[in-house]
């Protein structure tokens, strides 16, 4: 696993030794990014259930202005911390369950990265804790990270695009705009 882009590219981040997490390949984190790369820029992002830190890191190494990791096992959140210490980067690490501790105080983020254990369940939860808190800014984008066999409803967010990779599927999501 590595750092597919940007400032840190090429930099290798530590192995995964542990059954909970999966971290997301290469070649789908190449095509994430690839798609919001003229996006990420000097945005905030929320990496909200971390894992390794691998999709957060590469928002930063691509320059993001913040990344907030979450994830509420302590082995991710440690994956996650020495990776961006091996990195020399700098954000917020925390070890705590996203769907509790985020709320309104954390104001919004241009960028939400959603990828919890598959079959997990919480897709629609974290969503609907996006939505509640008001997390995602205007403009701003949803990434849900998948397998093809989980199927959640992602409303009030409405679908912008669709990619497949194998059994993986990243779902683009943003805000209905209203018109008044």
Not at 41 to 54: I, P, S
Not at 59 to 76: C, Q, T, W, Y
Not at 86 to 96: E, G, I, P, Q
Request: some cysteine; hydrophobic content about 40%.
């Amino acid at each position: 696993m590595r750092v597919v882009a940007g400032s840190k590219k090429g930099k290798h981040l530590l192995e995964n030794n542990f059954s909970h997490i999966r971290p997301t390949t290469d070649k789908v984190k190449q095509a994430l990014f690839t798609k919001l790369q003229f996006f990420v820029e000097d945005k905030r992002v929320l990496d909200m259930f971390c894992g390794t830190g691998a999709l957060g890191i590469e928002a930063l190494s691509r320059g993001a202005r913040e990344v907030v990791f979450i994830d509420k096992n302590p082995k991710s959140v440690y994956l996650t911390k020495q990776n961006l210490k091996n990195l020399s980067l700098d954000a917020k690490v925390l070890t705590a369950d996203a769907l509790k501790i985020l709320n309104a105080n954390w104001g919004q983020f241009d960028l939400i990265l959603i990828d919890p254990p598959y079959k997990s369940g919480l897709y629609k939860p974290a969503l609907e804790i996006v939505d509640k808190f008001d997390l995602l800014a205007e403009g701003g984008v949803i990434v849900c990270e998948h397998a093809k066999s989980d199927e959640f409803d992602f409303s009030p967010f409405v679908k912008v695009d669709e990619k497949k990779y194998g059994d993986i599927i990243l779902l683009y999501l943003t805000r209905q705009h209203t018109h008044a």
